[in-house]
């Protein structure tokens, strides 16, 4: 911590350490913020969904074009699992709820889950 000599004027305080009784301190800080933790939104891979669906998940509820969607699909398809978005809490959650929804609103087992970065 650094105090300036000011500061220790202003506290009672000469540059000699001199004291005047008033203990008033003036301290000037910084408020440290830290960023949320952000969450990883994670599709897996069925053996009963069709590809042309997870390419529609992919596109409607993340904002990807038609080539970003295929090659998550194909990255699903064949390692079982792929990272579809780096998401705050909530906005990982939401996604998680939305495409599980729509998946069951079309009858398909897929899977989206979400776990810390």
């Known amino acids: 911590?650094?105090?300036?000599?000011?500061?220790?004027?202003?506290?009672g305080k000469?540059?000699?350490?001199?004291?005047?009784?008033?203990?008033s301190v003036?301290?000037?800080?910084?408020?440290k913020t830290k960023r949320p933790p952000l969450y990883k939104v994670l599709l897996l891979n069925d053996d009963y969904t069709p590809m042309e669906f997870?390419?529609?998940?992919?596109?409607?509820?993340f904002g990807l074009n038609h080539a970003q969607?295929?090659?998550?699909?194909?990255?699903?398809?064949k390692k079982?699992?792929?990272v579809v978005g780096v998401f705050s809490h909530e906005i990982?959650?939401?996604k998680?709820?939305?495409?599980?929804?729509?998946?069951?609103?079309?009858?398909?087992?897929?899977q989206c889950t979400m776990e810390k970065e």
């Open 1 to 11: 911590m650094v105090v300036r000599a000011d500061v220790l004027r202003m506290a």
């Open 14 to 23: 000469d540059d000699e350490g001199g004291d005047d009784g008033d203990l």
């Open 26 to 31: 003036v301290l000037d800080t910084k408020p």
């Open 54 to 61: 997870v390419v529609l998940v992919l596109e409607r509820f």
């Open 69 to 77: 969607a295929f090659e998550i699909m194909l990255t699903v398809h």
């Open 80 to 82: 079982g699992v792929a």
């Open 92 to 94: 990982a959650e939401t």
């Open 96 to 110: 998680v709820a939305q495409v599980m929804d729509f998946a069951r609103k079309h009858q398909h087992p897929l």
